[in-house]
């Protein structure tokens, strides 16, 4: 599967955006998706990530109650509404996916998209 990562940019704290991931192929409802970012000089971390058919979602403690996954199997897209934005969520944000299991960890992934550019300004 190829995934399509879209919609960061640039936002001042408090902000919201929306990100997409957007996959190709027919099979995407059978991926277990995460979201990770990685700021300049840290590791890759996970943020969020839902199952196959939307039965869980999974979020790092640092955004929970502000970012929101969601996915749409008929439009092989997955979502991350990311509100509340401070500035320690400046980042470049990745999707991945990985057939018929999810992981928190990125090493497990091996399908990645190419990344957006989140910034927040304070």
């Known amino acids: 599967v190829q995934l399509q990562a879209s919609g960061g940019g640039l936002v001042q704290a408090g902000g919201s955006l929306g990100l997409s991931c957007a996959a190709s192929g027919r099979t995407f409802s059978s991926y277990g998706v995460g979201w990770f970012r990685q700021a300049p000089g840290k590791e890759r971390e996970f943020v969020a990530g839902i199952t196959i058919n939307g039965g869980a979602k999974y979020y790092a403690d640092s955004v929970k109650g502000r970012f929101i996954v969601s996915r749409d199997n008929a439009k092989n897209t997955v979502y991350l509404q990311m509100n509340s934005l401070k500035p320690e969520d400046t980042a470049v944000y990745y999707c991945?996916?990985?057939?018929?299991?999810?992981?928190?960890?990125?090493?497990?992934?091996?399908?990645w998209g190419q990344g957006t550019q989140v910034t927040v300004s304070s």
């Open positions: 991945a996916a990985v057939l018929r299991n999810f992981y928190k960890r990125a090493s497990d992934y091996n399908n």
